[in-house]
């Protein structure tokens, strides 16, 4: 009977002995509670923070980008043509400046051919006059068909410079890294068109004028022809017999 009593206390005791440590054990050694939808919701606003950075990155890079094409498309291009250009076409100019007889000038014509090409010569001068209008009208055709040939001869020889200048031109084209260099080349392929046309504008005119110079000495010849013969024939009255005494 005593041995129940004394296992009684003794567990009694050791209870005593263990609530004391049970109840001294700190706060922070208790388990942590795992929140899930808050784990999922942290994860899905820095998913969307890294989707704007991404986001911001590709812009910035965009705009760089665009900046860059800007930058290339303002770059002028390294080589031109038009120092050649304009020497050409001052070559042209005073090779036509350089008419001989009559210039290129419309007050000039006009009293040339009142003078040297009258529209009719209603009485011949003398011999040494009417030879001197005709060497004047010889000479001006003679020289108009040089100057033909000299304008013709600068535009064959425009045209290797014109033709190193076009490849050249096509060269710097392929390699165009902007808008403003592709439109230069094509400005300046397009000047060296007008270049050409301008030579072979000059050439016609040239050509023209030798014809028109030819056509009117011809014509001014047939009219002098035609006054020298009606002078001819117009030798007064004739003979009237009249009386005559042979001796007295």
Do not use: C
Request: glycine share 8%; net charge negative; no cysteine.
């Amino acid at each position: 009977m005593r041995s129940r009593p004394t296992m009684k206390s003794v567990f009694v005791s050791g209870v005593a002995l263990v609530l004391p440590f049970a109840v001294s054990v700190p706060a922070h050694a208790q388990w942590a509670v795992y929140d899930g939808a808050n784990h999922v919701q942290g994860v899905l606003i820095a998913a969307r923070a890294l989707q704007q950075v991404n986001q911001q990155a590709q812009s910035l890079t965009n705009e760089a980008t665009m900046l860059e094409n800007q930058a290339r498309n303002l770059t002028s291009l390294p080589f031109s043509v038009l120092a050649p250009l304009d020497r050409s076409f001052a070559q042209t100019e005073a090779i036509v400046g350089q008419a001989q007889g009559l210039s290129y000038n419309l007050t000039g014509i006009d009293q040339a051919f009142s003078q040297t090409y009258p529209r009719a010569l209603a009485s011949p001068g003398s011999a040494a006059q009417m030879t001197g209008d005709a060497q004047t009208r010889w000479q001006n055709a003679r020289g108009a068909y040089q100057d033909d040939l000299r304008v013709q001869t600068g535009a064959v020889q425009n045209l290797d410079s014109t033709g190193s200048q076009i490849d050249d031109l096509v060269t710097s084209s392929q390699s165009a890294t902007g808008a403003l260099q592709a439109a230069q080349s094509g400005n300046q392929l397009m000047a060296l068109q007008t270049r050409q046309l301008a030579d072979l504008t000059a050439v016609t005119a040239a050509m023209g004028r030798a014809q028109a110079l030819e056509g009117a000495r011809q014509v001014e010849s047939e009219e002098q022809g035609r006054a020298q013969l009606a002078n001819f024939l117009n030798y007064g009255a004739g003979y009237t017999p009249g009386t005559a005494q042979m001796f007295h």
